[in-house]
């Protein structure tokens, strides 16, 4: 007699293939009853069932699949809190999230000492390029506005002139003086009071080709921009016949303002 492979019951050795085609149902036989405990023990401890032949071993499976290691819970140093005999734990109060005047009160204190120490350092000079250096003293104390300007009626407070000015209502004119009286300094005011393109020429160097080049920009600057163009000619009086019939056009059309400097009555 021979232990089943599978079911480990008792079969003789001739029906062991029927026994397991069987099913492990038939061809048993019932050893006697005080040989059936010892013989069903002897059979296990011999030879381990199938089922727990093709299982993994024990080590295998603590290397293949390690123990997940249990995460502290969130609540477990709530819950370890010592008791305080019903007051509350004001020593360590629990954080509270800054509001947005806390923060516009920390980074208005980080700023103003920035600003106050730059406000100790000396205030920087204006750079001054080769040119204005180079210039003469009168070139340098030129007066930038009308109200610094001492000695002419017609551009001051109450002057006629003046009134035109603020209106944006610049007539052609020729201002008449002597040298150094201010003839060139109220024409550049003028042009910066109405916000007008200012060009200056010379009658001594400027030919008819020039000026007709001159009346060209500032007819594509009215029709692009709307702005007018101020032209200060100085020694107006030096102007040849041909030159002067050149201005013609465009003053009578009012393309330009032509503003004359000259010594000559």
Not at 105 to 131: L, S
Request: aromatic share 4%; glycine share 8%; proline share 8%.
């Amino acid at each position: 007699m021979v232990a089943c492979p599978i079911c480990g019951k008792g079969v003789k050795s001739k029906d062991i293939n029927d026994h397991i085609d069987s099913g492990c149902e038939s061809y048993l036989e019932s050893p006697p009853l005080t040989q059936n405990g010892s013989t069903q023990n002897t059979t296990a401890s011999q030879k381990p069932s199938v089922s727990s032949f093709f299982q993994t071993p024990a080590a295998k499976k603590a290397v293949s699949y390690p123990t997940p290691k249990p995460e502290p819970s969130p609540t477990l140093s709530i819950q370890q809190k010592p008791a305080s005999n019903g007051k509350p734990n004001t020593s360590n109060p629990p954080p509270r999230k800054r509001s947005f005047e806390d923060i516009t009160t920390a980074v208005k204190e980080e700023v103003e000492p920035v600003i106050k120490n730059e406000d100790v350092q000396p205030a920087k000079k204006t750079k001054t390029n080769a040119f204005q250096k180079a210039a003469p003293l009168a070139e340098r104390m030129r007066p930038t506005s009308l109200d610094d300007v001492c000695g002419q009626d017609l551009v001051g407070p109450q002057g006629v002139l003046r009134s035109l000015i603020e209106q944006d209502r610049v007539p052609s004119m020729i201002l008449w003086g002597g040298a150094g009286t201010g003839k060139t300094t109220i024409a550049r005011c003028i042009a910066s009071m109405v916000g007008s393109r200012f060009v200056e020429i010379n009658s001594t160097s400027s030919g008819v080709a020039e000026c007709k080049k001159i009346f060209a920009e500032a007819r594509g600057e009215l029709g692009l921009t709307g702005r007018k163009t101020i032209i200060f000619c100085d020694e107006i009086h030096r102007f040849s016949k041909s030159q002067q019939d050149v201005f013609l056009g465009p003053v009578e059309s009012g393309q330009i303002t032509l503003i004359g400097a000259t010594t000559v009555c």
